[in-house]
């Protein structure tokens, strides 16, 4: 028995610092040199922090680290002891201070009996160093073991540069005690393709060979040992390799196989484990430093960037970077150790910007390691010499396919008259099996890509066979055929990305620039993008949509004029320019000539979603007048086309032209009208009409507008359900949301909508509602007291909203603006503000013209002028009265009645405000309702007495 030495427990964990050894249950955890000294110096402080300058001072003592390193042997660390896995707790991070072992700590004596640390290389033949860091495949390396020691014969199968000679040798090394007779280890990588591999395994094995053939010498050799062959890199000699490893699997019971190999061995006995690349940080999302060291591809960049001489302190910003340039390189780790060797000579944004070059592809590794894996295009040429000529032309011509695509849009590109279609899917399996490409099994419909690497070195070759012009033609013209399938019923909405796939958006983006280039086709280009147009449209991509719109019209030869592309192109250009650019002419002269085309054509869907726009471009600008003739004729067509989602989409045109008119019980009646609509019809396509948005978001004001205001709150919040859908029907749904909860008097909500307004309007560049969303910012913010900050948000709103001819909310605005100078001592700019837009709300502001003249009273009323002020409250209560608009005339009966107070006329003032306080029947709750009855309290009382 051992002799008892100084023991550390925790959890399942027993550290002998003397002996610098760490055993989770009995058995050796690996932990490179730096991770151990962190453990140790970690738990002889444990409960204390410890410093990052600590650490690296007692770990690296008179040398210069940067923090980087640390964190990178941090996580290690913490990865190895499976610290936050099922509970587990040991290393905190304290923010700003450093590290702590937290974990509970057992300091005793304890024996080493029967623990093997060393493994016994005098057993291991030809068996390489056991790799110093494994990096991200501590599973892989388990499973491989457990599917060897089940099966005894294994192929680890995976494209070149994955990290298969990597997992193979861990899994040897930890193996070496549980095979007797040893472990013998061939490169096969060695030898010429078509070369021997039985010759080669018999001179491994120290075999006298008297015949040409030294099968049965292995055999009678192996048959009774225990023992574990390794064939490392069998594609290229994938014959020999097979025929031995199936003899050995079946005479020799107790020997092991493992192979690696680009294609599996597909004979008697074997397991195939496809190796994955390595975990690649997430694109939907940032993550900061401590989060990327969490993905595997991310620490190998770190590690080897840091060993490679870059010492610059990585920030959340680089992270990002890193994260792009593991994601562009597919988790390949040659790719990964490449690129991190790059970056103390160009830098990490250069680095990532030279990926989308060819350059990566002769960037040199290290020189000690296999010649196939000194460059990325030596170990592409590897895979590549391996497969046929009929096989090399498929893949140079899939590699015009950005992302994933399907075995018909393959055949679709890579068949011709000398490579049929049936062939084009024979080269794809087999170009699979040999890892040139990968397929994507979590689809209903099966997918296949080439990881980016293998896609520029096949574009090389592409480009060297003279045929790239002629493959990207064909490729173009897949993509405009199933564009003009998805888009030629206007009624309905594009696919989304998910149906049509989001990653094609690459490959459209791809044709179309093939398309516009000196050697492509505008003609086909201006098909391409008026079917693009169309989807971009449908995903809130708006400024490419316009910017390919616009560049297709520019080429648009005269036999094309007048045509349904044509219309197409001008729809979608009129379209994106109000939601990029605003409301200029060339918005509306776009959608008025593609109705022209459309009634041409007879094309009555066409016609309805262009009256749809050019009604919203009205209602933008403010054209109250002209809102109400256009919805009726888009409701005649509707109902001419006997489509009941067209017919309700008019509905809601019509709904919109009312409210917006003070039409409030026409509106109403047109929106439940809409909302009669087959349940299965409900939200079905009705964005792509006009109001990019259902009936409730108008139907919310309506209510309220009416007086009902609890039904309108309700309303408003089951509208919210509207901001999940397009960008677009996001804000609409947020400025109409926020605008009833502002008149209910709950700020905090209509808070919260328009911040998350501008944060949309922001991410998808939609400028008009941006400045919207300003503007409310700016309102709110006057409400609340914060005058200097809310008037230049207000002023900026306005001079925005000018630029752009957005009028719809303007005479809103410049009311609030009017208020906000009047408390902050300037009435005189207030008034003078109020006067100037009286001419522009008589057209644009329609609905609230009961309002903006209250508010007008109000500032007259500060300016003494009582005469002018009592004026202006009996114009607001008469149009209120004829809109049937009761919150209107509730506000201006409640600023009435305070003048009349002012006058003296204290029951006038009880009578006219009791008459349209009787008049509600819910929104008691509300400000305006509180408000309104407080004063007639006061009243009361005052009258009383």
Known sequence: MSAPLACVEFGPFRLFPSQRRLLKQDAHVPLGGRALDLLILLIENAGNIMSKQQLTAGVWPDVTVEESSLRVHIANLRRALGDGRDGASYIANVAGRGYCFVGEVDRRNAALDNVSFEPRHERASGLPRRPARVIGRDDDVRAVAELLASHRFTTIHGPGGIGKTTVALAVAHGLIEHFEDGICFLDLGLLKPGGSVPHAMAASLGLMVQSGDPTSSIMGHLRDRQMLLVLDSCEHVVDSAAAIAEAIFQGAARAGVLATSRESLRVDGEHVYPLSPLAIPPADRAIGVDQLLEYSSARLFVERAVAGGHRRELNDADAQIVGDICRKLDGIALAVEL?????????????????????????????????????????????????????RIVLRRLSVFVGPFTLEEAQSVAADDHIDRGRVVEALAE?????????????????????????????????????????????????????????????????????????????VRTALEWSFSGTGDASLGVQLAAGAARLFAGISLLGECQKWCERALAVLDGNMDASRCEMMLLTELGYSMMFTRGNSEQARS????????????????????LLSGLHMYDRRVGNIAGLLPTALRAEAIARKLGDLTAIAAAQVMTGISHHLSGNL????????ASLRRP????????????????????LARTLWLQGFADQATETAHAASILEQQDPVTACLALIWGASVFHWTG??????????????????????????????????????????????????????DLHVEKYNLYTPWLTCTLAQGLAADGHLDQALNLMSEIAPIAEQTAVYDTPDLLRVYGDLLADASDLRGAESCFLQSLTIAADQRALSWRLRTSTSFAKLMVRQGRLRDARVILAEVYSLFTEGFATVDLKTARGLLDELERQVAD
């Open 339 to 391: 690129a991190a060797g790059r970056v103390s000579t160009h830098g990490l944004q250069e680095t990532a910007e030279l990926l989308d070059s060819k350059m990566k592809l002769v960037w040199q590794g290290r020189r000690t390691a296999m010649a196939r894996h000194q460059t990325l295009n030596a170990a592409l040429e590897w895979s590549h010499d391996l497969v046929p000529d009929r096989d």
């Open 431 to 507: 170009l699979v099996g040999k890892s040139l490409v990968v397929t994507e099994t979590n689809r209903e419909l099966r997918r296949y890509r080439l990881l980016d690497t293998t896609r520029a070195y096949s574009q090389v070759k592409l480009r060297e066979s003279g045929e790239a012009d002629v493959i990207a033609r064909r490729h173009a013209l897949h993509y405009q055929e199933r564009l003009a399938r998805n888009g030629m019923d206007p009624t309905t909405a594009p696919q989304s990305p998910a149906a049509l796939g989001a990653e094609q958006l690459g490959n």
């Open 590 to 609: 776009a959608l008025e000539r593609a109705l022209e085309i459309a009634e041409a054509l007879d094309d009555r869907a066409s016609q309805l979603r």
């Open 665 to 672: 019980t026409e509106s109403r009646a047109a929106l439940a």
């Open 679 to 698: 349940a299965s019809l409900q939200r079905l396509a009705v964005n792509f009409f006009g109001f990019h948005g259902d009936p409730e978001i108008v």
């Open 746 to 799: 709950n700020l905090a909500t209509a808070e919260d909508y328009v911040e998350r307004l501008i944060q949309h309007a922001d991410e998808h560049s939609l400028s008009p509602f941006r400045s919207v969303g300003v503007g409310l910012k700016g309102d709110i913010l006057v409400r609340r007291g914060e005058l200097g900050v809310g008037i230049r948000l207000l002023r900026e709103s306005l001079n």
